[in-house]
């Protein structure tokens, strides 16, 4: 006879994907404040935006909220910051991680813990923005929530592309005043911008 015991909390995932100004992160900010709200001991990472080598951690308040929050440089600095006490873990700007974070969140959700994680689900080209990290990672989820902006050439109307304002080429081009948000029809219609 099989006993089937269910001790502890089974892991979970959820992301919020979108293009830039949906609020994405708002929204992650909104739901690790609610778990923590109802007592749950949570943790919050973002990619490092610096690239020196020897930057440090850098621990902050995540916009205004109470919980831990890290910049960390790579994935697997997460496994080494995760203790048993945290529940819930969230993750920003996932698409600026490498593949190595797919095999981290497994393991966290192995391990019980419920992640959190939001990130781009397109490029500026409206290319699939690091579908082996960013892909994957919506594989593993139980909920998936897909946000939209508004245009700012029809604010009635959703965005959901990431227009770069730069003739800069390159799928990372870090810096929000660098993007609008545009509805499919501005996203096609448009031309692109050139240097002057
Ligand atoms: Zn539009």
Same mark, same amino acid.
């Given at each position: 006879?099989?006993?089937?015991?269910?001790?502890?909390?089974?892991?979970?995932?959820?992301?919020?994907?979108?293009?830039?100004?949906?609020?994405?992160?708002?929204?992650?900010?909104?739901?690790?404040?609610?778990?923590?709200?109802?007592?749950?001991?949570?943790?919050?990472?973002?990619?490092?935006?610096?690239?020196?080598?020897?930057?440090?951690?850098?621990?902050?308040?995540?916009?205004?909220?109470?919980?831990?929050?890290?910049?960390?440089?790579?994935?697997?600095?997460?496994?080494?910051?995760?203790?048993?006490?945290?529940? /819930? /873990?969230?993750?920003?700007? %996932?698409?600026?991680?490498?593949?190595?974070?797919?095999?981290?969140?497994?393991?966290? /959700?192995?391990?019980?813990?419920?992640?959190?994680?939001?990130?781009?689900?397109?490029?500026?080209?409206?290319?699939?923005?690091?579908?082996?990290?960013?892909?994957?990672?919506?594989?593993?989820?139980?909920?998936?929530?897909?946000?939209?902006?508004?245009?700012?050439?029809?604010?009635?109307?959703?965005?959901?592309?990431?227009?770069?304002?730069?003739?800069?080429?390159?799928? %990372?081009?870090?810096?929000?005043?660098?993007?609008?948000?545009?509805?499919?029809?501005?996203?096609?219609?448009?031309?692109?911008?050139?240097?002057?």
């Amino acid at each position: 006879m099989n006993d089937v015991q269910v001790s502890q909390d089974q892991g979970w995932a959820e992301i919020i994907l979108g293009p830039m100004f949906s609020r994405k992160s708002d929204e992650l900010m909104a739901r690790l404040d609610s778990a923590q709200c109802a007592g749950a001991c949570v943790v919050a990472f973002k990619p490092a935006k610096d690239t020196e080598a020897d930057a440090c951690l850098k621990t902050r308040r995540f916009n205004g909220q109470q919980f831990e929050a890290f910049e960390v440089h790579n994935a697997e600095e997460m496994l080494g910051l995760v203790t048993p006490k945290h529940q /819930i /873990i969230g993750m920003d700007e %996932v698409q600026f991680f490498g593949p190595v974070l797919v095999k981290v969140v497994q393991k966290f /959700i192995r391990d019980g813990k419920r992640v959190i994680m939001a990130g781009l689900n397109t490029d500026s080209e409206f290319n699939p923005f690091k579908p082996e990290v960013v892909g994957a990672l919506t594989l593993l989820c139980e909920s998936i929530e897909v946000k939209h902006a508004h245009c700012v050439y029809h604010p009635m109307r959703d965005a959901t592309r990431s227009r770069r304002k730069v003739a800069e080429s390159g799928q %990372v081009l870090v810096g929000k005043n660098l993007y609008e948000a545009v509805c499919r029809d501005c996203f096609a219609s448009l031309v692109p911008f050139k240097d002057s």
